[in-house]
């Protein structure tokens, strides 16, 4: 799938958040790609990608966690309201998690509700963070057939015009570079499906509760 700005005004179509009962929103292989977990070195995880990361969290903290996420993934939404909370809370908030969300769009209203996020809140990854929160807890109003009535009010409320929106919207570098993020993700990283988590390297899937990820993340802290 390629993320462009025009195939995303094309898009009539209802997104798919029936796809619920799989378990996770997947993404087709790719030619070549053998669809196995990978644990990989933070060390490579955190080279520069081709939109900055917005990371949450102590730079110092002895556990990192990158996840991969599609806007439209029902999945997504239910980590970030049921488990993300207890993670900011237990492990973000005390230290001792660094935590970074990027942007795997499974479609390109995903792809969209990614770039007006990073618009509205440029620099400010606090605002970043609460318009992300917003957008999934938010999912059923927006991610529908018609979406940009409900997207553009949303942005509104965090400060974008109509204008701004649609210059945010038109910005085919933006889009590119998502589709660059994603692209390295499922090459390298052999991220296949949303949410797509990585603990020190360490790869998880699937939107796991606070005791399931406290059994990967607390062998980390021992001794620490």
Request: with cysteine; proline share 6%; net charge neutral.
């Given at each position: 799938?390629?993320?462009?700005?025009?195939?995303?005004?094309?898009?009539?179509?209802?997104?798919?958040?029936?796809?619920?009962?799989?378990?996770?929103?997947?993404?087709?292989?790719?030619?070549?790609?053998v669809?196995?977990?990978?644990?990989?070195?933070?060390?490579?995880?955190?080279?520069?990608?081709?939109?900055?990361?917005?990371?949450?969290?102590?730079?110092?903290?002895?556990?990192?966690?990158?996840?991969?996420?599609?806007?439209?993934?029902?999945?997504?939404?239910?980590?970030?309201?049921?488990?993300?909370?207890?993670?900011?809370?237990?492990?973000?908030?005390?230290?001792?998690?660094?935590?970074?969300?990027?942007?795997?769009?499974?479609?390109?209203?995903?792809?969209?509700?990614?770039?007006?996020?990073?618009?509205?809140?440029?620099?400010?990854?606090?605002?970043?963070?609460?318009?992300?929160?917003?957008?999934?807890?938010?999912?059923?109003?927006w991610?529908?057939e018609?979406?940009?009535?409900?997207?553009?009010?949303?942005?509104?409320?965090?400060?974008?015009?109509?204008?701004?929106?649609?210059?945010?919207?038109?910005?085919?570098?933006?889009?590119?570079?998502?589709?660059?993020?994603?692209?390295?993700?499922?090459?390298?990283?052999?991220?296949?499906?949303?949410?797509?988590?990585?603990?020190?390297?360490?790869?998880?899937?699937?939107?796991?509760?606070?005791?399931?990820?406290?059994?990967?993340?607390?062998?980390?802290?021992?001794?620490?």
């Amino acid at each position: 799938m390629q993320i462009t700005r025009r195939e995303f005004c094309q898009q009539t179509t209802t997104v798919a958040l029936s796809l619920a009962v799989l378990g996770v929103s997947s993404l087709p292989p790719f030619p070549g790609l053998v669809a196995l977990a990978a644990d990989v070195s933070t060390d490579e995880l955190m080279k520069p990608e081709a939109l900055p990361d917005m990371v949450m969290g102590d730079a110092k903290a002895p556990v990192t966690i990158i996840e991969y996420a599609s806007m439209t993934c029902p999945h997504c939404a239910h980590f970030q309201e049921a488990t993300f909370p207890d993670i900011k809370k237990r492990y973000i908030d005390t230290g001792k998690v660094r935590y970074i969300l990027r942007d795997f769009p499974l479609d390109q209203l995903a792809a969209a509700a990614f770039i007006v996020a990073r618009c509205a809140a440029k620099d400010d990854k606090d605002k970043y963070y609460s318009l992300i929160d917003t957008l999934f807890r938010q999912q059923r109003t927006w991610a529908i057939e018609k979406p940009i009535p409900p997207l553009m009010a949303i942005a509104k409320q965090a400060g974008l015009t109509e204008e701004s929106f649609n210059a945010c919207l038109a910005n085919q570098k933006a889009w590119d570079a998502l589709e660059s993020v994603r692209d390295r993700a499922t090459k390298q990283f052999k991220v296949q499906s949303t949410p797509t988590f990585f603990i020190n390297g360490q790869q998880v899937t699937g939107a796991l509760s606070i005791e399931e990820f406290a059994k990967v993340i607390d062998p980390y802290l021992k001794g620490g």
